[in-house]
């Protein structure tokens, strides 16, 4: 029993970790009371795992609050499973949206877009490029990244597989459908310096988007400078598609109406019921302080 544990603490360690979902709630602290402790053969430890942690991520799905899983990508620079295949698994048993992570510290430009391929033959589509922490931080000393391309390479690597070209502008049989994320740094010492960067990167395919940026620049600056709370409450429209999923559930779950008015009353029966499942925010409180700070009395709140 005593080596089962341990092969399963071993197994759970290289399991990603930081499973988060739609509503900003994180299942990770909750996974390993979830999905308990297997009780079978050492080596079918993993398959287990995987098949309950796919359990969980469907159950959170039906639970209405969850719309889609984010999975790290060997974070910390710590070998874990590969992110896309994690994916794709818990995409096909739980039938919930995932959003990978996908590094360029541990591939060649040969070796992303193999992965990529096979991903999007899987059914992934979203993915968030990340260049990833250095290998000095992690479980490798000595070890070095290979780093051939960084994250906005990575973009523009699937930008082009969307085009039905790879890396260097060859066709391939057929253009993908993904939806590449990437991650931003609000806090860069110099955004002045990312501004240029991005110019310098897109500037001649996009130039009316450069324009728009820089001529919004002065007002880009102050929001930048807000906290991250106040931020989030700004931009983010999770908790509206939270509502809007809601609904369309209930009308999927109806089919048809006889008339505009038994629409209507579904409708409102469908936020009267989002509504009895209301949580408040709790990070609320930091970016009404922040409002009360930078407007002074034009917030009342």
Not at 239 to 262: N, S, V, W, Y
Request: aromatic share 8%.
């Amino acid at each position: 029993m005593n080596a089962r544990i341990h092969l399963l603490g071993v197994a759970f360690q290289r399991l990603p970790k930081s499973l988060c979902c739609s509503c900003g709630r994180r299942v990770a602290p909750r996974l390993e009371q979830a999905i308990g402790f297997p009780d079978c053969a050492p080596e079918e430890l993993i398959d287990e795992l995987v098949r309950r942690v796919s359990q969980l991520a469907g159950e959170e799905k039906e639970s209405g609050r969850v719309g889609w899983v984010d999975i790290n990508d060997n974070a910390t620079a710590r070998a874990g499973m590969s992110s896309l295949m994690v994916s794709a698994t818990i995409e096909r048993r739980a039938e919930i949206e995932t959003i990978p992570h996908l590094t360029t510290r541990d591939w060649s430009v040969m070796g992303l877009e193999s992965m990529l391929l096979g991903a999007h033959a899987e059914g992934v589509r979203n993915v968030l490029a990340i260049t990833g922490d250095p290998p000095e931080v992690g479980d490798y000393p000595g070890a070095r990244g290979v780093y051939e391309i960084d994250a906005i390479g990575l973009t523009q690597l699937m930008t082009n597989l969307n085009r039905g070209e790879d890396f260097n502008g060859r066709p391939i049989d057929a253009p993908t459908s993904f939806f590449p994320g990437v991650a931003v740094n609000p806090t860069a010492d110099d955004m002045d310096v990312e501004l240029e960067r991005f110019d310098a990167e897109w500037g001649q395919r996009y130039p009316a988007t450069v324009q728009a940026w820089r001529q919004a620049w002065e007002n880009v600056i102050p929001f930048l400078s807000l906290p991250e709370d106040l931020r989030r409450a700004v931009y983010t429209t999770n908790t509206i598609e939270g509502l809007h999923r809601q609904i369309r559930k209930a009308i999927k779950t109806r089919g048809h109406f006889p008339d505009q008015q038994a629409a209507t009353k579904l409708i409102y029966l469908a936020i009267i019921k989002a509504d009895a499942k209301w949580q408040r925010s709790r990070t609320w409180s930091a970016p009404r302080a922040a409002l009360k700070i930078h407007f002074g009395d034009r917030y009342p709140g």
